[in-house]
């Protein structure tokens, strides 16, 4: 039995919808970074059949040109599929106290906020996944059948109509 390994496995994929616009920076050797929180929801039925949600906070960091990409394409409120790995990194605080926090690593990042052609205010974004080395796969096929378990306000999120 003590032959036996563990596979050694860290994959994640999540949606959700930007909470902020994202910061980003670039290192002291200028390798350019991106982070930015993201809220994925969760609908549920309780235990009398009603339904719920329930909101899933998760911060995600990007690099390289997958950073500058997401620099250019992101705002608050864009919604994303991000895969990835989880990570966690230790810093310390104004009071030196140490914080551990755990954020997924971003290896592809697609976006899905439809194409605005008639409005150059909004922000205009292909369908395409941008993958960390910054190669770009078509992603034209659009699958709408989740469409029905969206929210009105979800709703004008995804289409870009935005809540003022």
Not at 25 to 36: C, D, K, Y
Not at 121 to 134: F, G, P, Q, R, Y
Request: with cysteine; proline share 2%.
């Amino acid at each position: 039995m003590a032959d036996l390994k563990m596979p050694e496995l860290n994959s994640v994929i999540v949606a959700g919808n930007l909470t902020k616009d994202p910061v980003f920076r670039e290192t002291s050797n200028n390798t350019p970074v991106v982070n930015f929180h993201i809220a994925a929801n969760r609908r549920y039925k309780d235990s009398s059949n009603q339904w719920q949600e329930d909101v899933c906070y998760v911060g995600v960091v990007a690099w390289n040109k997958l950073a500058e990409s997401c620099r250019n394409r992101l705002k608050r409120g864009s919604a994303v599929l991000i895969d990835g790995e989880l990570q966690s990194r230790t810093f310390k605080t104004d009071e030196t106290k140490s914080r551990t926090i755990v954020e997924i690593k971003a290896k592809r990042i697609q976006f899905l906020n439809k194409n605005s052609k008639n409005d150059s205010d909004k922000l205009s974004v292909e369908d395409v996944a941008v993958s960390e080395d910054n190669s770009m796969e078509d992603s034209s096929y659009e699958d709408n059948s989740f469409d029905k378990f969206l929210t009105d306000e979800e709703s004008d999120l995804l289409n870009g109509k935005a809540s003022k």
